[in-house]
């Protein structure tokens, strides 16, 4: 039990430790890099919306991985739905799961069992952390684009 904890826990913390990570980078790097592109301040947006768009999308993928790392070994949990008898969730299982969870859409057709559901709750605060420092970085690009305007 203990060791069980220990593993999803640790997988949890560099899950979060790696969303943070990738998230923070890239708001950097779309900062500095759009102030110097030489075109228009609406397209600058538009790049700086598909650039934290894909950053989204990575960070659903961390989480993606980290529960098909876990699924495998029942100790863990699992995901559950309307699967047929004996099936194992896949990678657009996972991915999709992560999504929902992510953007806190929730739960309905797959259901995180054992410490998954720990994991699951986790994600969705994150993601409700990253979505808003989000929101917070594009306010602040069209603030400063719209002054240059």
Known sequence: MIITASVALTGLLLAIVSAIWIHYESLRYLSVRLSNVPIKPPLRLVLGV????????????????????????????????NFPVNFVPNFADAFYFSCITYTSLGFGDIVPTGWIRLIAGLEALLGLVLITWTASFLYLEMTRYWQEH
């Open 50 to 81: 598909f650039g934290v768009f894909v950053a989204h999308v990575l960070e659903m993928l961390v989480f993606a991985v980290l529960y098909l790392s876990l699924i495998p070994f029942e100790r863990f949990g699992g995901l559950q739905g």
